[in-house]
Every structure is written in C-alpha cells, then in structure tokens.
C-alpha cells in the first residue's frame, strides 16, 4: 500500500549540486523515519542519510558528511536530498526508503520494505 517514488538525479559536473526529491503515499508519512541509499555498479547498495519521524535527527555516511542534507516536510509528505559539490565517486542510482513498520530513527537495511524506483546520478570529472 505504500508507495514512493523518488526523482531529481541527473547527469553534472564535478562540483555541481543537485536536490533528490521522494514523496509518499499510502501511508502516514509522519510515523517513518525515512533514508536515502545508493548503489554503484557492482557493489553493494549503502546507506548514505537518514531521518528521524520529526526531523529533528539526521545521520550521514563519513564521505558525505558536509557535503549532503537530508531532510523532510511531513506536511507534503516528502524527503529531500541536498547534495552539494558533488564528486565523480558520488555516480550511483539513489533509492529512498521507509522500514516495514513505525519508527522514531533508521533501522538496518533489511528492515526496509518499501523503496523509491531509484533515480541515477552521474558526475563527471
């Protein structure tokens, strides 16, 4: 029942910015603590941010601590992605994701259900 889809990847350069975008629907938004993940071609898909219900908590993985935002408008239920100077080793499809059930903070990633349909981006040297 529910659902998200995820957009606003794209092809930049080295440096650049851009703004991921995921909105749910079919659920109550409030009650998921939201993440946002990424997969590069041939390893393994990586937690890169996540928030708490209230937004009032964030978490980052180190390579891109400074760098990226995360953060949520319940009221529209949607999360952001901020992702400012952008490196070539930031190139991976981006998934947004909300765990099975209710939650206040980030669980592990097997615990996540639903998941965006990914959205791809590509930064050039």
């Known amino acids: 029942q529910v659902k998200l889809v995820d957009s606003g990847g794209g092809l930049v350069q080295a440096g650049d910015s851009l703004r991921l975008s995921c909105t749910v629907s079919?659920?109550?938004?409030?009650?998921?603590?939201m993440a946002w993940f990424r997969q590069a071609p041939g390893k393994e898909r990586e937690l890169v941010a996540a928030?708490?219900?209230?937004?009032?908590?964030?978490y980052y993985v180190t390579v891109v601590r400074g760098r990226f935002t995360i953060s949520r408008d319940n009221a529209e239920n949607t999360v952001y992605l901020q992702m400012n100077t952008l490196k070539p080793e930031d190139t991976a499809v981006y998934y947004c994701?909300?765990?099975?059930?209710?939650?206040?903070?980030?669980?592990?990633?097997?615990?996540?259900?639903?998941w965006g349909q990914g959205t791809q981006v590509t930064v050039s040297a």
């Open positions: 928030i708490s219900r209230s937004g009032g908590r964030t």
């Open positions: 994701a909300a765990p099975g059930a209710s939650t206040v903070w980030y669980v592990p990633k097997d615990e996540y259900d639903y």
């Open positions: 079919g659920g109550t938004f409030g009650v998921y603590a």
